[in-house]
């Protein structure tokens, strides 16, 4: 199980964008207000490949959504070998993705294995996300999915091999509404999901069926 760490309040649900999943016809920022209407409080804006001023108009805006509810609009690192342009709200690295010279309020990693874990609880990071736990289009190349009991494992380990506490950890990759309380009982503290939420025709849907099953698992 993951230890509890003094960190900005983080609900147990993260939402990733990539907008080339959005069906015909809709749009990134439609999905994201869709999802943030349906009660999604943390954004992460991915979109690396966007030139950064259209980035930056898209963090924004995302910013905008999330000052209303309350929420945060966390960015995606968008270089693989340091982590310029710092936002206020939060960051979220790559793997292999140094620490910022400047810390934001919110600092999180992905990982994709026992070793990342460890080393983001060494930099002291708020959040990882591991990934894959099941079956995903979205993330490829990553080796076969870990599965519940393959996290639950993952994450002891890693609290063997770290003295202190790890940080908050998110499952990502193949989860949705069934299955997110079983990686909750393996020692997530929520979930990530991108593809379930940005390829929805009904975005707003999935993200209420995704609240109402993590707010039914103690």
Known sequence: MTGARPTPVLPRLLVLTDRRSVPAGGTLLGTIRAAVEAGARAVVVRERDL???QR?????????????????CIVADPDPRSAAGT?????????????????PDLLGR????????????????DY???????????KPGYGPALGADGLQTLLAGAAREFSGPLPHTFALGGVDQR?????????????????AVM?????????????????STP
């Open 51 to 53: 030139p950064s001023a």
């Open 56 to 72: 930056a108009v898209l963090a924004d805006a995302c910013d905008r959504l999330m000052d209303v509810v309350g929420g945060v």
């Open 87 to 103: 936002p206020s709200g939060g960051l979220h690295l790559r793997a292999a993705s140094r620490l910022p010279a400047v810390r």
């Open 110 to 125: 992905s990982a994709h294995s026992l070793d990342e874990v460890v080393r983001a609880a060494a930099d002291g990071l």
């Open 128 to 138: 990882v996300t591991v990934s894959p736990v099941a079956p995903s289009p979205s």
């Open 179 to 195: 299955t997110c309380g079983s990686f909750l009982a393996a020692g997530a503290y929520g979930v990530a999901v991108m593809g």
């Open 199 to 215: 390829r929805a025709e009904r975005p707003a849907e999935v993200v209420s069926a995704l609240q109402s099953a993590l707010q």
